[in-house]
């Protein structure tokens, strides 16, 4: 599995931090980031709700 942000669409609500922090950073403007595109084994639900809760739709995930 895969995941990737938007960085046009996503305004720094934090919500995808609050289901999977491992995964979600945030820069300088507090726009979110992730270090890298793969998810590690068990995050991925954690992954998929960061992708439902975000309010901009800002979060990709491939399997």
Known sequence: MRVAINEMHC?????CAL???EL???DEDGHAYVESPD???????KVRNAQANCPERAITVED
């Open 11 to 15: 305004q720094g609500h934090t919500m």
């Open 19 to 21: 289901s999977a922090p």
């Open 24 to 26: 979600f950073h945030f």
């Open 39 to 45: 998810v590690p084994a068990g995050l991925e639900t």
